[in-house]
């Protein structure tokens, strides 16, 4: 049997550690976990060896330490560090790796739970969620793009999206029409993207990320239900748009969002119905099943982005 190397982003907790331990339990899966410092690598590799994941536990996963925040800051050092940590795997799995088969782009933050959001200005809360939730998966996914299009691998990329952020009940890029209408117009109506993905790096940085109107508090303020949840509402649009850039204009790649649910973790406040594990099992069926490449799917079910 073949085996397939799995990059997943945030195992430290929540929807990642769940899709880790549900991979574990599948023999044909190599894993990569990312984790934000060493204690919490410690913690999770304890965890696990405590856990009925412990036979040939070294044999399946390895972890590896990024904080996001302050890592990966562009296209280039995602594409080395994907080379490199594929590296480490085939030495660590005593397999060959060129890259990840698959990468789940997991991580992502809400400031809104974080203790210091009351502590941060608006500019920072914007930069800080949007380099999470959408410049790191960005990055990771161009580049894995990138490294795969020189070979035979043919990729799969599954994007932890968001329903409820929908383009028509975003109330922040509503009230910019510049740049709701061009995702309307330009990514999510037609068949297939008439905007590249530098397209939409650019239509981010050159707005939301750098128009001082764009950013300021009191615009925001004025706008419903707009703070502190914006920063992560738009976060999930733009990845909603790469997936569908990627997955209409990219060759010999799967790249879909999957929104995994209302899940009971630090996210939404532990306040949530659904197990991570359920979510994990519902977002790992979609790598058995055929898939509209771009779309955004939950419950086993295409979801609409607009």
């Known amino acids: 049997m073949s085996q397939k190397l799995v990059l997943i982003t945030g195992v430290s907790q929540g929807i990642g ?10 023999s044909s899966y190599k894993i ?16 696990l060896v405590s856990d009925r994941t412990k036979s040939n536990l070294d044999e399946r996963v390895t972890l590896v330490n990024i904080n996001f925040l302050k890592e990966l800051q562009n296209k280039q050092e995602a594409n080395d560090w994907i080379k490199s940590i594929s590296a480490d795997a085939s030495k660590h799995f005593q397999n060959t790796f060129t890259a990840p088969n ?16 009351k ?42 999206g968001a329903r409820v952020c929908k383009l028509s009940t975003n109330n922040y890029l509503k009230s ?64 909603h748009a790469l997936t569908k850039i990627e997955g209409t204009t990219r060759q010999n790649a799967q790249v879909n969002a999957v929104d995994p649910g209302w899940v009971n973790t630090r996210l939404t406040s ?33 979801i609409t982005y607009v």
């Open 270 to 302: 532990f306040k949530a119905p659904l197990t991570p594990d359920k979510a994990a099992q519902n977002i790992l069926q979609l790598l058995d099943t055929p898939l509209q490449n771009g779309q955004l799917y939950g419950d086993g079910k295409l």
């Open 32 to 47: 990569i976990g990312t984790v934000r410092n060493a204690s919490d690598k410690e913690k999770v590799m304890q965890s």
């Open 119 to 160: 502590n941060m200005s608006t500019v920072q809360l914007v930069r800080d969620t949007l380099k999470v939730n959408f410049f790191t998966p960005f990055y990771l996914s161009e580049s894995l793009l990138d490294i795969s299009s020189s070979s035979a691998h043919s990729p799969t990329i599954l994007n932890l």
């Open 176 to 239: 910019i029409p510049e740049i709701g209408e061009t995702l309307k117009d330009k990514v999510f109506t037609p068949e297939k993207s008439q905007l590249t993905s530098e397209d939409l790096y650019h239509l981010l940085t050159q707005s939301v990320m750098k128009n001082p109107d764009y950013m300021s508090t009191e615009r925001i303020s004025k706008i419903p239900a707009a703070l502190p949840d914006a920063p992560y509402l738009v976060s999930k649009v733009f990845l």
């Open 17 to 26: 550690n769940a899709l880790m331990r549900n991979l574990l339990a599948k």
């Open 102 to 117: 698959i990468l789940i782009n997991n991580a992502g933050i809400m400031l809104k739970n974080d203790e210091n959001f």
